[in-house]
């Protein structure tokens, strides 16, 4: 705990010196130039619990979810026709402080590991408007990227709403399932265009469905430059966040989210700051970071 809490703390010191722009280029291993910088963010709820004690002497056991900020830096090797194919470095970082908290340590992180020199850096995320805020703040123009698998997901609910989800219902599923394997199609050889109109298409009856068809159609409207998926391919971009999902789930879900478990904050905010930095291709020394107590004579 002591070890978590002031490793949070030495993190927070160097997010500041970075905002303030003081501080110093990265030496050693990570003087290096990356070709492609990847930088990916999300969320992900962990079980917590507010100030309890057994003999109840505080009150009766209180636990809610409290969402845990995570980010990955993180570098490719490229296949044999130059697409970024598996992780080659990466860096993590996770937080259960507000986006105001987390923004300015991962912009530290990704500075430490090149950002400021590398020759392409790319956010991925989903459309979540904290995610774009926080990079348009911290890593200016970068490319940006909704994941692939995020804007599938928008437009399975779609399809579910439109044609059923009775999986016994052949014809409903064929139906869906030809809709969706288009809309996929048209995405990815960069017909966003021709996914708008099939989504204005639908003329739905009740309340919700409609309002289900505007928030969609806004989610691609809103995100369309994120979504130039041709474009992204053809330069050999990633275009999934699934590195960032198994940060999510390697970092925090883990550790943090098993079964009967529920933390104070204080506790998880440690917990989680270990496991980021020793889970990263090249963690750093926590020696200074532990207090030494002088041994009795």
């Given at each position: ?18 905002q ?70 990466r ?53 940006q ?11 399975a ?6 044609f059923?989800?009775d ?14 394997s288009a ?17 204005r ?6 309340p ?51 079964v ?12 989680v ?10 963690p ?14």
């Open positions: 705990m002591a070890v978590g809490t002031a490793l949070r703390k030495h993190q927070q010191q160097q997010a500041q010196q970075h303030a722009g003081t501080l110093p280029e990265p030496t050693g291993p990570l003087l290096r130039v990356p070709r492609r910088l990847y930088i990916g963010l999300d969320g992900v709820f962990v079980p917590l619990r507010d100030a309890w004690k057994k003999d109840k002497s505080q009150g009766a056991l209180t636990c809610r979810y409290g969402e845990c900020k995570s980010g990955v830096v993180y570098e490719t090797h490229q296949d044999q026709h130059g697409k970024d194919s598996r992780v080659r470095t860096a993590y970082v996770a937080t259960l402080g507000n986006v105001d908290t987390f923004a300015p340590v991962l912009g530290a992180l990704a500075h430490q590991h090149g950002h400021h020199a590398a020759k392409e850096v790319v956010v991925i995320g989903d459309g979540a408007a904290w995610i774009w805020q926080l990079a348009a703040k911290q890593f200016h123009g970068a490319v990227i909704v994941d692939f698998f995020h804007a599938a997901q928008h437009l609910t779609l399809a579910e709403a439109r059923g989800k999986r016994h219902q052949r014809h409903q599923r064929h139906q869906s399932q030809q809709w969706l809309r996929h199609e048209e995405l990815k050889t960069g017909r966003l265009h021709q996914v708008l109109c099939e989504i298409a639908w003329r739905p009856t009740s919700s469905k409609r309002q289900l068809r505007l928030s969609t159609y806004a989610y691609f409207c809103n995100n369309a430059q994120r979504m130039r998926y041709q474009t992204f391919l053809e330069k050999g971009y990633h275009i999934g966040s699934g590195v960032v999902e198994a940060t999510c789930k390697q970092v925090v879900a883990q550790r943090l989210d098993q009967g478990m529920h933390w104070r904050p204080e506790s998880a905010e440690a917990i700051a270990l496991r980021a930095a020793q889970l990263s291709t090249c750093p020394d926590l020696r200074p970071h532990c207090a030494l107590r002088a041994l009795p004579a």
